[in-house]
């Protein structure tokens, strides 16, 4: 057994050395360059302004990855690559893969962060860059454009047949969840709530996907400004308790409920942890992902978001869930008429 466990262990070491590929490929812009053509190794290195040694080896990793193929004329995108990193697409991941890059590089400080109990100051020293909330928020977008459709699917029957639905997105982001809404119920009318910057970002995917009438959006604070008096039927929290600690999760989550109408509904999204916080994979890899990247953001438990709706006054809270074609898990929970 211990050749499997070493074996094993070395396979890890090689995801990580399999990523920084894909990361670097994209950052260096190989899959934009080469499109849906075939391009030398000389042209692609002038368009990357990349040594063309460097640049032979990088490419034939990605080869042997199946993200590029390697033809007598030059180098092309592979499948995957042409579905996914080339070009826009509804499935493109480009923005997040090149966000990655600046994860990775965090991530090498995970020692230290644990050391800590929270991330190093040197794991903001990209945010400053006025770039930085843009390609932050396009990033989200990708990770969020498959997984939209299926959470407006999900919150279908809480959202109101007989006359206009209106929903406010707290935190809201990109505003991929609001277009989803509009998309799939005409009669939705949201509201992209977040800081000015972030709504900047918003305001352009929303024109792009054609949804600007029904879908605005709010530039503020949510720990601040009023989220509204009673005036909403669904308010989303995705990806927002995570960044807050139990005190300021408990005074958001009042202000949530208190900016909807009774009967309304508020979704919370996240990677949520099982009860004795060891899986699944990818909740526990985000809760450190949390450690390396914010003050005091975590991964939550279902039961303890629960608790915390139940605390402030909403009922009912409880998990519902979709697994094809993407796994979506919400946690929902209803004011009080």
């Known amino acids: 057994m211990g050749y499997e466990y070493r074996r094993s262990i070395l396979e890890l070491l090689q995801n990580y050395r399999s990523a920084r590929v894909l990361i670097a490929c994209a950052e260096l812009g190989v899959f934009e360059a080469l499109g849906t053509g075939t391009v030398t190794p000389e042209e692609l290195?002038?368009?990357?302004?990349?040594?063309?040694?460097?640049?032979?080896?990088?490419?034939?990793?990605?080869?042997?990855?199946?993200?590029?193929?390697?033809?007598?004329?030059?180098?092309?995108n592979g499948p995957v690559a042409l579905a996914c990193l080339a070009q826009e697409t509804d499935f493109y991941v480009g923005n997040l893969v090149r966000r990655e890059g600046v994860f990775y590089r965090r991530w090498v400080r995970l020692d230290e962060a644990v050391r800590r109990g929270t991330r190093p100051p040197e794991n903001v020293q990209d945010e400053p860059d006025p770039r930085w909330v843009r390609d932050f928020e396009l990033a989200l977008y990708d990770a969020a454009r498959t997984a939209a459709p299926v959470v407006a699917d999900l919150l279908g029957p809480f959202i109101p047949a007989n006359r206009p639905a209106r929903v406010i997105d707290i935190g809201g982001g990109h505003g991929a969840y609001s277009i989803a809404l509009a998309q799939r119920y005409p009669n939705v009318e949201a509201v992209v709530f977040d800081l000015p910057p972030v709504v900047e970002v918003a305001a352009e995917l929303i024109g792009r996907a054609g949804v600007a009438e029904r879908?605005?959006?709010?530039a503020g604070n949510f720990k601040n400004d009023s989220l509204g008096n009673a005036e909403f039927d669904l308010a989303l929290l995705f990806g927002v308790l995570v960044a807050e600690d139990e005190a300021?999760?408990?005074?958001?989550?009042?202000?949530?409920?208190?900016?909807?109408?009774?009967?309304?509904?508020?979704?919370?999204?996240?990677?949520?942890?099982?009860?004795?916080?060891?899986g699944p994979l990818d909740a526990v890899l985000f809760d450190l992902h949390m450690l390396v990247s914010t003050d005091r953001g975590r991964a939550h438990t279902v039961r303890e978001v629960c608790g915390w709706l139940e605390a402030v006054g909403f009922r009912e809270p409880r998990l519902?869930?979709?697994?094809?074609?993407e796994p979506v898990r919400l946690v929902v929970a209803r004011r009080p008429a």
């Open 320 to 325: 519902i869930e979709a697994i094809e074609p």
């Open 215 to 218: 879908v605005k959006v709010q």
């Open 45 to 76: 290195a002038r368009r990357t302004g990349t040594d063309p040694t460097g640049l032979a080896r990088l490419l034939n990793a990605a080869v042997a990855l199946g993200l590029l193929e390697k033809r007598p004329d030059g180098y092309a």
């Open 248 to 278: 300021e999760a408990g005074r958001l989550l009042r202000r949530s409920l208190a900016a909807l109408k009774p009967g309304g509904i508020v979704a919370v999204r996240e990677f949520f942890l099982a009860e004795d916080r060891t």
